[in-house]
């Protein structure tokens, strides 16, 4: 019998090396942008989620400093309680026109809103059918809801057909999670499909729009705009912190919907409302987002000129899939992961491996930001074929 009930920390954090697994963080220095300081390095960043390369943009951090200026650091408590102000409310109006919905919801992160929003739909009665390859929140949203849980290999709608014929008839509710743009491949999930699916089978569906929103779509609303399904029933869910530059998650949808949340779901009511210079930035950048529709744009030349330049110099680099800023190539091991990540840094590229548990394959993660310039990408490929062309599958 141990004497000291922490030793296994030690053995697991031990487990954890020898896998290739282990972690730590990498500190940036000076504002967000096309280029960091990194280890006193400057690199080219290829490894943010600022697609449009608004979280350093002066007008957000303008927007926050008055927001802090007017209102305080933090929110003090709860939105039911001291933490709510009329800033909130203009941000969830304004992510409602945004996505066409009647209504939306704003919580402190995406994780939170995923995780209360699933809790609070589904229960022990339930069932919950859910994407291979969604994000950790919208899994451990599941967990959390008691919900019964069948993962359908990644956007497979026909095995997700069988699995609903065979099973939904045994539940309650019923509750299909997806990811629009997943995170660690770049593809989309076959959203129209999804719905009709959906429709047959008396399902509610969740769609987490958290790579997709200000990237994808006509007006930068997301995946929903993008596959042409505004105004279907369905549950969006987001994050401000990505092309949006800020901080925080949301839910859009229905005013049922939404006044369902605001008394049942327990990372809102439970949780300090988010802080005022958060929420400016964000409905700021919202506004840039509709204003300036070159910056979509400019992104996307990127990606497409990206793309080309692989296929003219490194024809053996092959990419998964993808229809987003997210372009992956898979390595044979963890080890040739970390150690392209190594070269590309030495190089001046920041573009770190990503390694199971968080993907079932080793590989590089490459995210184009409208802040690239084009020496940026070409720089990058050429990096690439001279470190480690040889060395991907």
């Not at 995406?110 to 291979?132: E, F, W």
């Not at 709608?157 to 309650?172: C, F, G």
Request: hydrophobic share 40%; aromatic share 6%.
């Amino acid at each position: 019998m141990p004497t000291d009930p922490y030793t296994w920390l030690e053995e697991s954090l031990a487990t954890i090396h020898r896998a290739d697994w282990y972690r730590s963080v990498q500190t940036i220095h000076g504002l967000p942008g096309a280029t960091v300081v990194l280890s006193e390095q400057q690199v080219i960043n290829f490894a943010s989620n600022d697609y449009l390369g608004l979280a350093g943009d002066e007008r957000l951090i303008a927007a926050a400093i008055t927001a802090i200026k007017e209102f305080g650091t933090g929110s003090t408590g709860s939105r039911l309680l001291s933490g709510h102000r009329e800033l909130h409310r203009e941000l969830e109006e304004a992510i409602a026109s945004t996505k066409q919905t009647e209504d939306s919801l704003v919580f402190s992160s995406g994780y939170l809103a995923n995780l209360g929003t699933i809790a609070a739909l589904v229960g022990k009665r339930d069932l919950i059918l859910s994407d291979q390859y969604n994000h950790s929140s919208l899994k451990n949203g599941a967990i959390l809801s008691g919900a019964a849980i069948l993962e359908y290999p990644h956007c497979d709608i026909a095995e997700l057909k069988t699995q609903l014929s065979q099973q939904r008839q045994n539940y309650r509710r019923c509750l299909i999670l997806t990811d629009s743009v997943f995170s660690m491949d770049g593809d989309l999930c076959p959203l129209p499909e999804l719905l009709d699916l959906a429709d047959a089978f008396n399902c509610m569906l969740l769609v987490d729009e958290a790579h997709a929103t200000g990237v994808l779509g006509k007006t930068g609303a997301g995946c929903v705009e993008h596959f042409g399904c505004t105004g279907r029933q369905l549950i969006q869910i987001g994050t401000l912190s990505k092309a949006l530059g800020s901080l925080g998650g949301y839910v859009a949808g229905s005013s049922t919907l939404i006044d369902f949340l605001r008394n049942r779901a327990p990372s809102w009511i439970y949780t300090t409302g988010l802080s005022p210079a958060d929420t400016a930035a964000a409905l700021a950048a919202i506004k840039i987002v509709q204003q300036e529709p070159q910056r979509r744009v400019q992104l996307w030349r990127n990606i497409d000129y990206l793309k080309k330049l692989i296929q003219q110099h490194l024809p053996n680099l092959k990419l998964l899939p993808s229809e987003s800023p997210i372009l992956c190539f898979q390595l044979h091991s963890t080890t040739d992961a970390l150690k392209a990540g190594k070269q590309l840094r030495d190089a001046g590229i920041f573009a770190p491996a990503i390694r199971p548990p968080t993907v079932p394959t080793s590989r590089i993660r490459i995210s184009v930001m409208a802040t690239h310039q084009t020496a940026h990408l070409e720089k990058l490929v050429a990096v690439l074929n001279s470190n480690i062309a040889t060395t991907v599958s």
